[in-house]
């Protein structure tokens, strides 16, 4: 059983940054994909970036990519989303996901994974 806790959200202005942490206790071993994904209000959770702890491999959506970096710190089993050049349509609930099987499903499909964090919330201002 793993368990991830996100931390990191909060309100920042257009073109700021912040930096999302997910933080994974249990049999942290077993992980072998995790994510971050994200949901608007209205909107359906979407993928926006992947990472395999066994690789190190990772993949963007085309809506953060060269703005946003996925980083693990093995060590202290926590994943990181750092986030730069924010924009008001990145406001959402931020998740984290963890995948413990091998799934033939891209990274940004819910179905990969296994478990999800209880989401941190991001507001960008304008």
């Known amino acids: 059983q793993v368990q991830l806790v996100e931390s990191g959200g909060g309100s920042v202005q257009a073109g700021g940054s912040l930096r999302l942490s997910c933080a994974a206790s249990?049999?942290?071993?077993?992980?072998?994909?995790m994510g971050w994904f994200r949901q608007a209000p209205g909107k359906e959770r979407e993928g926006i970036a992947g990472?395999?702890?066994?690789?190190?491999?990772?993949g963007y959506a085309d809506s953060v990519k060269g703005r946003f970096t996925i980083v693990q710190d093995n060590a202290k089993h926590t994943l990181y989303l750092q986030m730069n050049s924010l924009k008001p349509e990145d406001t959402a609930i931020y998740y984290c996901?963890?995948?413990?099987?091998?799934?033939?499903?891209?990274?940004?499909?819910?179905?990969?994974?296994?478990?999800w964090g209880q989401g941190t919330q991001v507001t960008v201002s304008s």
């Open positions: 990472l395999s702890p066994v690789t190190g491999t990772t």
């Open positions: 996901a963890a995948a413990f099987v091998s799934r033939p499903y891209s990274w940004s499909s819910e179905r990969k994974y296994d478990t």
């Open positions: 249990g049999y942290t071993d077993s992980i072998r994909y």
